[in-house]
């Protein structure tokens, strides 16, 4: 860096710097430098990044006051630049990269396992069905498999509807006792 009263040379940029308090641009890096570099080094924990953080601060700084040449409080102007790159220095560490999905192949995938899923619960509901008494199987193949209404169900097995009331709850009652005791559910907790 050279020095000439108030204009400073940053690489390419010429600089001329006014400011209230009559510091050089020179007296600003001198002043602030280590600070900035101790702070970078405590977020990033790493020497080079927090080398590369400052002299971007620094660089964006000079760049501000080439565009807007009179600053108040120096500062606090340098460090909101400083909290800037550090911010989008993270947005660049933690950018998740975009990922070439084949949503096909995931659509496929998650058919392909809700196939299995009710292939395993009509195995098991079948396997369940089997351990109930007759009737009660009846009653529930009709009700819930066929999607018959009680009274249907009343007609078709020559009962009343209270018969079809009384054997649909003592047959969900057994349902749940054998799926409780793990009767009737085995391909449901096997491993895939």
Do not use: W
């Given at each position: 860096m050279?020095k000439?009263?108030?204009?400073?040379?940053?690489?390419e940029?010429?600089l001329?710097?006014?400011?209230?308090a009559?510091?050089?641009?020179e007296?600003?890096?001198?002043?602030?430098?280590?600070?900035?570099?101790k702070?970078?080094?405590q977020?990033s924990?790493?020497?080079?990044?927090?080398?590369?953080?400052?002299?971007?601060?620094?660089t964006r700084f000079?760049?501000?006051?080439?565009?807007n040449?009179s600053?108040?409080d120096?500062?606090t102007?340098?460090?909101?630049?400083?909290?800037n790159?550090?911010?989008?220095?993270?947005?660049?560490?933690?950018?998740?990269?975009?990922?070439?999905?084949?949503?096909?192949?995931?659509?496929?995938t998650?058919d392909?396992?809700?196939?299995?899923?009710i292939?395993?619960l009509?195995?098991?509901?079948?396997?369940?069905?089997?351990?109930?008494?007759?009737?009660?199987?009846?009653?529930?193949?009709?009700?819930?498999?066929?999607?018959?209404?009680?009274?249907d169900?009343?007609?078709k097995?020559?009962?009343?509807?209270?018969?079809?009331k009384?054997?649909?709850?003592?047959?969900?009652?057994?349902?749940?006792?054998?799926?409780?005791?793990?009767?009737?559910?085995?391909?449901?907790?096997?491993k895939?």
């Amino acid at each position: 860096m050279i020095k000439l009263t108030n204009k400073l040379i940053i690489g390419e940029y010429f600089l001329v710097y006014k400011n209230p308090a009559k510091q050089t641009i020179e007296e600003v890096f001198n002043n602030h430098f280590a600070k900035l570099y101790k702070f970078f080094l405590q977020k990033s924990l790493n020497k080079q990044t927090a080398e590369d953080l400052t002299s971007e601060t620094f660089t964006r700084f000079a760049e501000q006051i080439n565009a807007n040449s009179s600053i108040e409080d120096t500062k606090t102007y340098l460090y909101g630049i400083a909290r800037n790159v550090f911010n989008e220095y993270l947005r660049v560490k933690y950018q998740t990269s975009d990922l070439d999905l084949d949503t096909n192949q995931i659509a496929e995938t998650i058919d392909d396992y809700s196939n299995r899923t009710i292939n395993d619960l009509e195995d098991a509901l079948a396997n369940c069905l089997e351990k109930l008494s007759r009737s009660q199987s009846n009653v529930l193949r009709l009700r819930f498999i066929e999607r018959l209404s009680p009274k249907d169900i009343a007609r078709k097995l020559n009962k009343n509807i209270n018969y079809f009331k009384t054997t649909q709850r003592r047959a969900i009652a057994s349902m749940r006792a054998l799926v409780e005791s793990g009767k009737c559910l085995p391909k449901l907790t096997k491993k895939v």
